[in-house]
């Protein structure tokens, strides 16, 4: 990097090399050859040695970026301080020690100023808090102490986003931050503030979407006022007030707050829940773990609770995620008012009582425990049941035909168990998929379920496309195949064949999917591949019953990059399929090409899909690797977000594309999978900041322009990086 560098480049004014691998020292003289830089860009590198400490002869500087890098210990550089033009610094997790230089506080121009995951030590200095020009400030995750000025929200006029997070302030949090009219995000969790929260807290905040105070010692004088005042703010998506000591019991003013995420868990909240919370129809995740004294819905979920069930709960929501390893008592079949009862993944033993059908109001999960012998017909009698749950148990016998009355069943997942017999095909059956009995084991039915028919036919439709059927077949050595038959009523169709039979000829790769043989004459064409026992990327991530986790689409994504060598033309998730180990395989060549040695470009008269077509592509019918890029950029978006990019909501000017950039930096919870933001649980925050990665990474794939499009290469080298990072953090 640094020979990179040190040529004498007097007209470059913006350097963007983020999102790279690029290792090596920076010259200690860097501002010599670039004396008229304004953007320096290398955020997300490799970087290592010292920094810079010239930084103040780069005199037209205005934003500097070089967070994510791995430079040697020690302070800030001091010419930094000196950077009269600069707007922004970023210099997030790059090693910096010692106290935070008080000269920051005279750079007037300043609008972003980011160290956090650092290792400061000390207090804030004051002239930090009287920076009027000042938008964002995030010193997370460092080791500050001391207070907060009590003048902080009148001298910031600008502020939106404050994120003192992980770190050890004291004292009261000023009331006069929550006169901050701009600010959007606040985050001081993990500190050790105290004293009391206004009443009216948020009167003035309108714009506010984050507030998190988990993890300190505040309190509120009556928390009435405090939720009603937080009805102001309209935007608000994310409150956060664990482990203060902050609601006595939850107001009836509760019901009118648009959130989609509450935690108040160990609050010390007492008395009833206020039926107003049913009012609450943003709210997708609302945790109270806690002592409640006259509990109405419980949930214990993710602890390490032991032991055996307690007969005395009852009105249960979930004790799912311990290690309960009892028989479920009969007297909780007893609770005939309960709605939505969550056992899973515990280790309960036993078989159902016929009395489970008492239970008419049920929303049941009894999933991932040692529950065996054979499914009671009396569910059938659970008339309102909508989910029912009951995988990866040691169940047996047949599913009961009288579920087929369940008419508001909506979703079901017998997968996972020792199940044998036919699969009813009436009522809620009539919309399952073959997920919902993936694992069974010795079950008959439709062939859309991927089970054989109930007699000795062996060969099953798995899938309609554009250009034919996809069946299972057997082979006489046991091995399960799919055989693609194409339909041969048009010339289209007819191509197809060829050019998935050229494309893949000659070529083998992990992660594409493997052609076995093919047969082919005047009225038949076929492809024998390899089978894909988990089906494709585009069920699972659209699934009611399955949702991928942060890892799963990671490796997903990993693995579809390693394909796009093979130029595919119709890169999406339903044509991305994964095999027993859930490792994804490229699939459906209809229309692919590969290139000649030394080729970058042609032709072809079929277009790809709406919505994940390159537009120079789209125009102009140009096949390149760069074409796959912008597709699997898009997919990208689509597997963090479950949003496809033709989704009703994307009309106008706004697109997934678009959708995506606007929510970065600060944003990303609000475009990230719902369903994958619940399961992420705490770490939520750690996978916030990759998400903020992928996403970049995304839209770097999609540049309009061929030539600005980031290579495969760096794709996965990013992504192992992300992976990585994910994995280290399991660890801790």
Same mark, same amino acid.
């Given at each position: 990097m640094s020979s990179i560098l040190k040529f004498n480049n007097s007209l470059l004014q913006d350097l963007f090399?983020?999102?790279?691998?690029?290792? =090596?020292?920076?010259?200690?003289?860097?501002?010599?050859?670039?004396?008229?830089i304004r953007v320096f860009d290398l955020y997300n590198n490799d970087l290592s040695g010292d920094m810079p400490t010239v930084w103040h002869q780069c005199e037209e500087m205005e934003q500097l970026h070089l967070s994510y890098n791995d430079f040697n210990k020690g302070p800030m550089p001091a010419g930094i301080r000196n950077m009269t033009k600069l707007q922004q610094l970023y210099l997030s997790r790059n090693n910096m020690e010692g106290t935070m230089p008080e000269e920051i506080g005279y750079l007037d121009k300043l609008e972003q100023l980011l160290l956090a995951n650092n290792s400061f030590t000390g207090s804030i200095p004051s002239k930090i808090f009287n920076m009027s020009s000042l938008i964002g400030l995030y010193l997370e995750q460092n080791h500050l102490s001391g207070i907060?000025?009590?003048?902080?929200?009148?001298?910031?006029?600008? *502020?939106?986003?404050?994120?003192?997070?992980?770190?050890?302030?004291? =004292?009261?949090?000023?009331?006069?931050?929550?006169?901050?009219?701009n600010l959007i995000v606040f985050q001081l969790s993990d500190n050790a503030f105290s004293g009391t929260l206004p009443n009216i807290a948020f009167g003035d905040l309108r714009l506010l979407k984050s507030f998190y105070t988990y993890g300190n010692n505040l309190t509120i004088e009556d928390s009435h006022q405090f939720f009603t005042s937080l009805t102001n703010c309209r935007? *608000?998506?994310?409150?956060? *007030?664990?482990?203060?000591?902050?609601?006595? %019991?939850?107001?009836?003013?509760?019901?009118?707050?648009?959130?989609?995420?509450?935690?108040?868990?160990?609050?010390?909240?007492?008395?009833? @829940?206020?039926?107003?919370?049913?009012?609450?129809?943003?709210?997708?995740?609302? %945790?109270?773990?806690?002592?409640?004294?006259?509990?109405?819905?419980?949930?214990?979920?993710?602890?390490?609770?032991?032991?055996? +069930?307690?007969?005395?709960?009852?009105?249960?929501?979930?004790?799912?995620? %311990?290690?309960?390893?009892?028989? @479920?008592?009969?007297?909780?079949w007893g609770l005939t008012d309960i709605l939505m009862l969550d056992l899973s993944s515990n280790a309960f033993i036993g078989d159902f009582p016929p009395d489970i059908g008492n239970l008419i109001e049920l929303n049941l999960s009894l999933a991932h425990n040692k529950l065996n012998g054979p499914i009671p017909t009396s569910l059938g009698k659970m008339i309102s049941l909508i989910s029912l749950d009951l995988s990866q148990n040691m169940l047996t016998g047949a599913v009961p035909k009288s579920l087929e009355s369940l008419v508001y069943l909506q979703n079901i997942n017998f997968s996972y168990n020792r199940l044998q017999g036919e699969i009813p095909d009436g009522g809620p059956f009539k919309?399952?998929?073959? @997920?919902?009995?993936?694992?069974?084991?010795?079950?008959?039915?439709?062939?859309?379920? #991927?089970?054989?028919?109930?007699?000795? %036919?062996?060969?099953?439709? *798995?899938?309609?496309?554009? +250009?034919?059927?996809?069946? #299972?077949?057997?082979?006489?050595?046991?091995?399960?195949?799919?055989?693609?038959? +194409?339909?041969? #009523?048009?010339?289209?169709?007819?191509?197809?064949?060829?050019?998935?039979?050229?494309?893949?000829?000659?070529?083998?790769?992990?992660?594409l999917v493997k052609i076995i043989s093919s047969c082919s004459n005047l009225d038949f064409k076929s492809l024998v591949m390899e089978f894909m026992s988990n089906g494709s990327v585009d069920s699972w991530l659209y699934s009611n019953n399955y949702c991928l986790s942060f890892l799963q689409r990671l490796n997903i994504m990993i693995d579809a990059a390693s394909s796009i060598p093979v130029v595919h033309c119709d890169l999406k998730p339903s044509?991305?399929?994964?095999?027993?180990?859930?490792?994804?395989?490229?699939?459906? +060549? =209809?229309?692919?090409?590969?290139?000649?040695?030394?080729?970058?470009?042609?032709?072809?008269?079929?277009?790809?899909?709406?919505?994940?077509?390159?537009?120079?592509?789209?125009?102009?019918?140009?096949?390149?690797?760069?074409?796959?890029?912008?597709?699997?950029?898009?997919?990208l978006m689509e597997i963090f977000t479950r949003k496809r990019p033709t989704d009703d909501m994307f009309v106008a000017e706004l697109s997934l594309k678009t959708w995506i950039s606007g929510s970065l930096p600060n944003s990303i919870m609000e475009v990230m999978d719902s369903n994958?933001?619940?399961?992420?649980?705490? #770490? @939520?925050?750690?996978?916030?900041?990759?998400?903020?990665?992928?996403?970049?990474?995304?839209?770097?794939c999609c540049e309009d322009s061929p030539e600005a499009r980031i290579n495969t290469a760096d794709v996965i080298a990013s992504l192992i990086k992300i992976k990585a990072l994910v994995l280290g953090a399991n660890r801790v």
């Open positions: 090399l983020s999102y790279n691998n690029f290792s =090596g020292n920076l010259p200690s003289n860097i501002c010599h050859g670039l004396p008229n907060i000025p009590s003048n902080t929200g009148y001298n910031l006029p600008s *502020l939106q986003y404050l994120q003192l997070d992980h770190n050890n302030f004291v =004292g009261n949090i000023p009331n006069s931050i929550f006169n901050s009219s935007y *608000l998506k994310y409150l956060d *007030l664990s482990g203060n000591h902050v609601l006595p %019991n939850l107001p009836k003013s509760i019901g009118n707050i648009t959130s989609e995420y509450i935690r108040a868990k160990s609050c010390g909240i007492g008395g009833y @829940i206020p039926l107003e919370v049913g009012n609450m129809t943003n709210l997708l995740y609302f %945790n109270l773990y806690g002592w409640l004294e006259k509990l109405q819905v419980l949930s214990l979920a993710y602890n390490a609770l032991k032991g055996s +069930f307690i007969d005395e709960l009852c009105l249960i929501k979930s004790l799912g995620s %311990n290690n309960l390893n009892s028989k @479920i008592p009969s007297s909780l919309n399952c998929t073959a @997920i919902s009995f993936m694992h069974s084991g010795p079950l008959c039915g439709n062939l859309r379920l #991927q089970v054989p028919p109930c007699g000795k %036919n062996r060969i099953k439709l *798995l899938g309609r496309g554009s +250009f034919g059927s996809v069946y #299972q077949g057997e082979l006489p050595d046991g091995e399960i195949i799919a055989v693609k038959v +194409f339909d041969l #009523q048009s010339e289209a169709k007819s191509k197809s064949f060829d050019a998935e039979c050229n494309a893949m000829r000659n070529l083998r790769h992990r992660n044509n991305v399929l994964l095999d027993e180990n859930m490792v994804a395989h490229v699939s459906d +060549f =209809g229309i692919a090409k590969l290139m000649d040695e030394g080729q970058s470009e042609t032709h072809t008269q079929t277009l790809a899909t709406i919505g994940y077509l390159a537009p120079k592509y789209g125009s102009k019918g140009i096949v390149s690797v760069k074409g796959d890029v912008y597709s699997y950029g898009i997919m994958l933001v619940q399961i992420t649980g705490d #770490q @939520i925050d750690d996978i916030s900041t990759h998400m903020s990665s992928i996403f970049s990474l995304a839209l770097s």
